[in-house]
């Protein structure tokens, strides 16, 4: 029998909340700077985990990863530059309501919605474990297959402009993922005879260009223009950043209870993780919603679904890593390394032998949760206060300072710099002449995991392979619903 009494006083050892402030606080630096992911930071931390106990040295690597997915959205609000690949899914609705004086009442939404969809990813975690681990144990290559492409689809539909300008976008982000070593014919691919790519190119370098040095050669090309662009400098009380945040997490409450339920199904799925979650989760709210013209442009709603399903997802991650020992993302596959390293072997038992464990680190995830909320509205007005209030011929070398440590801090390679210097240029004529990106960020994210489930699934069976089980057929339902729905319900509406 679990005694909870003596969880709590564990949880609030004044070692262990030690142990956890000075994590939040790495975790919300690593998050703030781009290019610097919770994966780098969690593996950063193992060094660290030698001299502390079990639950010391997994709850400074949970508080770590809460923090800085957070934070990788105040980046991404104040100099349009994601600090996590699942900013970016909201990126511009983020720095939109920057711009029209609303960017800490965005962080607001944010934080409040990670807050709780945290929570609820945690009560989903105590209660349903075992059940939601066993669904994701049903999901081999061809679900996994027909799960990305679900998201593909919806990333295409959930942008406005030309249906043929979308395509493009997500069949250039697709051929950008392929480049580098071909894992099925054992040869190089779209390399042109370059060494570096051989590898492929790393997403970051790619984000940071077409978010922030787009827009630092936005900024560039309009002061030559002699056009000037003055963000509002309205700032907000504490009280009225958290209020405002919870009233807006009320007026949709639907849309976070839909966001923090895809985010734990997710979550649940190894391999899938916090940055398929928030742009599935994003693109499905902006399919069913009311408010389409506002996606993009500043939508409260749009944040608030895909930041719940952010931190729901970092608690559904943990399902299948304790109950079978296989990593939800690449944040508890370290997670799995600490665990062993301890000598406890992740399993059907670690519940039964590491009981008192394993609901100590629950409660841990419930208090980083919490603890985000006073050090999040700290970092909002601090950081609010310092970006509103920098003028523009500081604020963008800043920007540019940033792009480029944040590029060469993801693999210390000058090449990534000019990568993302390219991707720059690439995203400043997207905007300019019509075409979406977010189509291309996704195709980048999840190209390599299409092919590789595509080839896996072939191999089992040919064609007849990715439609001969229940749950591929179920989400190629789903598929089909989300392309049609939206014509049906006109249809109807205009009948009516």
């Known amino acids: 029998m679990v005694d909870i009494a003596a969880l709590f006083s564990n949880v609030f050892s004044l070692k262990l909340i030690v142990v956890m402030i000075i994590t939040a606080l790495y975790g919300l630096f690593i998050g703030a700077m ?11 931390l193992v060094p660290f985990a030698f001299w502390l106990d079990p639950t010391s040295a997994l709850a400074m690597i949970i508080v770590m990863d809460v923090l800085a997915i957070w ?7 104040f100099v349009r530059i994601p600090g996590t690949p699942a900013s970016a899914a909201y990126a511009d609705d983020m720095y939109e309501l920057t711009k029209k004086g ?51 689809v919806n990333g295409v539909l959930a942008v406005r402009g030309s249906l043929a300008k979308r395509v ?66 309205t700032e907000y009380k504490l009280k009225e950043l958290f209020l405002g945040g919870l009233m807006t997490i009320k007026k949709h409450f639907s849309r976070f209870l839909s966001g923090s339920f895809i985010g734990i199904i997710i979550g649940a799925l190894p391999g899938a993780g916090a940055d398929i979650a928030a742009w599935l989760s994003y693109n499905i709210s902006y399919r069913f919603s009311k408010k389409k013209e506002e996606y993009g442009k ?20 943990w399902i299948p890593s304790l109950v079978f020992g296989i990593p939800g993302d690449s944040v508890t596959a370290i997670v799995l390394a600490v665990m062993m390293m301890k000598g406890i072997i992740p399993g059907p038992r670690l519940f039964v032998e590491h009981g008192d464990l394993v609901y100590t680190l629950f409660i841990v995830f419930l208090v980083a949760n919490i603890l985000i909320i006073p050090l999040g509205l700290l970092t909002i007005k601090l ?92 989400i190629v339902g789903l598929i089909v619903l989300v392309v049609i729905a939206p014509s049906i319900s006109k249809r109807l509406l205009r009948k009516s």
């Open 71 to 77: 934070a990788g959205d105040v980046p991404a609000t």
């Open 383 to 474: 950081l609010g206060k310092l970006f509103l209030r920098t003028p523009d011929y500081i604020l963008v070398p800043a920007i540019l300072a940033f792009c480029i440590v944040g590029s060469y801090a993801v693999d210390y390679s000058f090449f990534d710099v000019l990568v993302m210097l390219l991707f720059g240029i690439i995203g400043f004529f997207m905007q300019r002449y019509g075409y979406p990106y977010a189509p291309m960020i996704l195709g980048v994210i999840l190209g390599k995991m299409l092919e590789t489930y595509f080839v896996m699934t072939y191999m089992k069976g040919g064609v007849i392979a990715f439609f001969n089980r229940p749950i591929s057929l179920v």
């Open 298 to 317: 500043g939508s409260e709603e749009g944040i608030l679904t895909a930041t719940s399903a952010n931190n729901a997802s970092l608690s559904g991650a």
């Open 102 to 152: 609303r960017g800490q009442l965005a962080l607001s939404i944010s934080l409040m919605a990670s807050t709780l969809g945290g929570i609820v990813g945690v009560i989903a975690l105590i209660l349903f474990s075992p059940q939601l681990a066993r669904l994701a144990m049903n999901f081999c290559s061809s679900e996994f297959f027909w799960l990305v492409v679900f998201g593909l």
């Open 34 to 44: 781009p290019g610097l992911t919770a994966t780098m930071a969690a593996a950063l």
């Open 168 to 233: 493009f976008s997500l069949l250039l982000g697709i051929l950008i993922s392929l480049i580098g070593f071909d894992p099925v014919f054992f040869s190089s691919r779209l390399t042109f005879g370059r060494p570096e790519l051989l590898g492929g190119l790393s997403y970051i370098p790619i984000l940071i260009g077409v978010f922030g040095m787009s827009e630092v050669i936005k900024r560039t090309y309009y002061k030559a223009k002699g056009i000037t662009v003055e963000l509002p400098k």
